[in-house]
């Protein structure tokens, strides 16, 4: 006689704490499969080099896949246009801007809120704030207000409307917005934006989600004296 026998009421209770555990876990699958917005739950581990786009994109791909996602998915970052003088005139490479790079949306967090309905959205109303900016995993991300550490810089290179910055465009003149376009982990500096919407005051760019200031460097301890660890935002295009 097998012990299920003797204990008829911690068959039901063990049937149902399996019932249970499976629903979490398909629950759990469809989140992954839904979910097309996230913080990266950490950086490349050598501040802002990332590799290039493709390095970042990579990064991105990897943080959901591990969480199960299987979409494909993109870095919301922009490189900067460089113009540089040479015999004849000028020789320029023009800038990607994040906002072309991302898909159309709809865009979901990992609870399944919307974070906007469209590139359009995204960059005037939106819900991309310290509750629902979280990782891959559904974690929030620590902001001002006492976490520690601060992580609220994420990476974009990007001006308000998510295009690339200008700022940096002369080499002989400009200041570097992309870390030399994530490709640094020493001199220059990226703009951030703050994903919990706060900053040492109420201006416009202090409570941007994607263009509050620029680091003061490229390199992993660089980040962290302006309240960063060198997160992107990441974006499911398909």
Do not use: K
Not at 124 to 153: F, K, Q, W
Not at 160 to 166: D, E, P, R, V
Request: charged share 20%; with cysteine; hydrophobic share 35%.
């Amino acid at each position: 006689m097998s012990i299920f026998e003797h204990r008829p009421g911690f068959v039901a209770v063990f049937a149902l704490s399996m019932l249970g555990a499976i629903d979490s876990s398909a629950q759990s699958a469809d989140n992954s499969e839904e979910m097309s917005f996230f913080v990266s739950s950490r950086g490349s581990g050598d501040g802002a080099n990332f590799g290039g786009l493709e390095g970042a994109d990579a990064h991105c791909n990897a943080l959901a896949a591990a969480a199960g996602s299987t979409r494909t998915w993109a870095a919301y970052l922009s490189t900067s246009m460089v113009v540089r003088r040479t015999d004849g005139g000028f020789e320029i490479t023009d800038g990607v801007s994040a906002r072309d790079r991302i898909g159309s949306g709809p865009w979901y967090n990992s609870d399944g809120v919307l974070i906007a309905q469209d590139v359009e959205e995204l960059h005037s109303d939106n819900n991309i704030n310290v509750e629902t900016a979280l990782d891959e995993n559904g974690d929030p991300i620590n902001g001002r207000g006492g976490d520690e550490p601060l992580e609220h810089d994420i990476l974009t290179g990007s001006d308000f409307n998510g295009q690339f910055s200008t700022a940096g465009q002369l080499t002989t003149a400009g200041a570097d917005t992309t870390c030399s376009n994530w490709t640094s982990n020493g001199e220059g500096s990226a703009i951030v934006g703050h994903h919990d919407r706060a900053g040492l005051n109420e201006s416009m760019n202090m409570v941007s989600w994607n263009s509050s200031h620029g680091t003061a460097g490229c390199g992993e301890d660089d980040l962290p004296s302006t309240g960063g660890v060198g997160l992107i935002y990441c974006f499911a295009t398909d």
